[in-house]
């Protein structure tokens, strides 16, 4: 009787259905599984921002409407955060937005620009919601394929001269999830030069931003010349501080396209829990070792995990940011049936590639969130396996 919207059945389908069967079974079985599918940090949130998040709890004055697009307080801490880390002066007033999480901004922000029809350039494979978003602003998610031959940047050239120009927005995301790729500061450059000359609209995600390794720290598109005239950035808490269920984040950069997602989310949430905003201003201004840790941590696991899979003769680079590993798998195989067999033979659970589109196909993905105990044990079932 009641039959779901077009849009809603034009979204991409959920292709993880069996594999979650199989691993809810082999719980059930009282198998002991390691799981390196979720992009979900196992470390708790820094006792300082839940002290913070605590005595901020107690003043009622939080538990109101937190109307305002983000507390003042927050918007200075952001612009402050910004300025020591990337160089880069924003206005809080009017070039900074917090977000419910940076996924709720990245989703709606396509509402703001799209007409039906109008495309959006996804790269793929991607964070599901570019396409999402994408799908329920109305938009048509035109891919542009993530390939190894082109260090998984997109490659503008191909992008067909028609779809250019009935595009308003394109989507980056550099440290990249799920291939684990960064982006330099040419490439940013020519990006933009493309933007500007097609007028579209760059929405750079950068959820990944700190957690990087051997030193290397990954540039902000803002600190190019011009940028603002055509950027929006998105940042998250959630992977940088382990507080992925706190849903706090922000939209930085130009300033009307700041705005207008502000006047999509006025019309939708109203604002985010004042505590919550309150505790996200001490871990922005709180002691940097925190983050130095949580690299450190992920960087010694990456590094077995990578040894290991090469003692195995699997193709992988050691990623420069990210927690998460992208594994070319044998040629034979889909990425859904390979994720199956290693958990139905080792207990291991990892993402098929083809989970985040169709150019993921020919890869797993592997998160690096388990201590290293159980990396280790992970390719001691492998190398049975292989
Ligand atoms: C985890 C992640 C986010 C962060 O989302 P929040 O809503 O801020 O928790 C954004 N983009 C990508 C690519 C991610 O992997």
């Known amino acids: 009787m009641f039959k779901l919207s077009k849009k809603v059945q034009s979204l991409p389908p959920y292709l993880f259905l069996e594999i979650d069967k199989a691993k809810r079974k082999a719980w059930g079985q009282g198998r002991d599984i390691i799981d390196l599918r979720i992009g979900d940090p196992v470390q708790p949130t820094p006792k300082y921002i839940i ?10 004055a939080t538990h109101k409407y937190a109307l305002d697009q983000g507390l003042p307080a927050l918007r200075r801490s952001i612009e402050g955060w910004y300025q020591r880390r990337f160089n880069v002066n924003l206005n809080p007033d009017t070039e900074v937005l917090p977000l419910i999480g940076s996924k709720e901004g990245i989703a709606h922000f396509p509402l703001a620009f799209l007409n039906n029809g109008d495309y959006a350039l996804v790269p793929d494979p991607c964070y599901p919601p570019y396409k999402g978003g994408t799908i329920l602003a ?4 035109y891919l542009i394929p993530l390939l190894k031959e082109n260090k998984f940047l997109p490659d503008l050239d191909k992008i ?3 779809i250019r120009k009935r595009a308003k927005i394109i989507f980056l995301n550099y440290p990249n999830n799920p ?3 960064t982006a330099e500061k040419d490439f940013y450059k020519e990006t933009i030069a493309f933007a500007k000359k097609n007028k579209i609209i760059i929405i750079s995600d950068m959820a990944y931003s700190e957690m990087s390794y051997d030193g290397y720290k990954p540039a902000s598109m803002l600190e190019i010349t011009g940028a603002r005239d055509v950027v929006i ?12 269920g706190w849903r706090i984040g922000w939209a930085c950069g130009n300033e009307k396209l700041v705005s207008a997602l502000g006047k999509v989310k006025s019309n939708i949430d109203s604002g985010i829990f004042s505590a919550i905003q309150l505790a996200a201003i001490a871990a922005l201004d ?8 949580m690299c450190n941590l992920y960087q010694e696991r990456r590094d077995i995990l990578i040894r290991g899979l090469k003692s195995l003769g699997l193709s992988v680079e050691p990623a420069k940011a990210t927690f998460y590993t992208w594994i070319k798998i044998p040629k ?3 990425s859904i049936r ?7 033979k080792a207990d291991i659970v990892v993402t098929a590639g083809v989970g985040f589109g169709k150019y993921g196909e020919g890869y797993i993905r592997m998160a690096l969130t388990v201590p290293c105990e159980r990396i280790e044990e992970a390719i001691r079932r492998l190398e049975k396996v292989l």
């Open 179 to 181: 291939t684990g790729a």
């Open 332 to 334: 034979k195989i889909d």
């Open 233 to 244: 950035e998105f940042h998250s808490l959630s992977k940088t501080f382990n507080m992925t």
């Open 160 to 162: 067909p001269l028609n």
């Open 338 to 344: 390979f994720a199956g067999l290693l958990l139905e």
């Open 138 to 141: 109305g938009g048509r998610p």
């Open 286 to 293: 709180g002691p940097k070792e925190q983050i130095k840790n």
């Open 51 to 60: 002290d913070a998040l605590y005595q901020a709890a107690q003043d009622p």
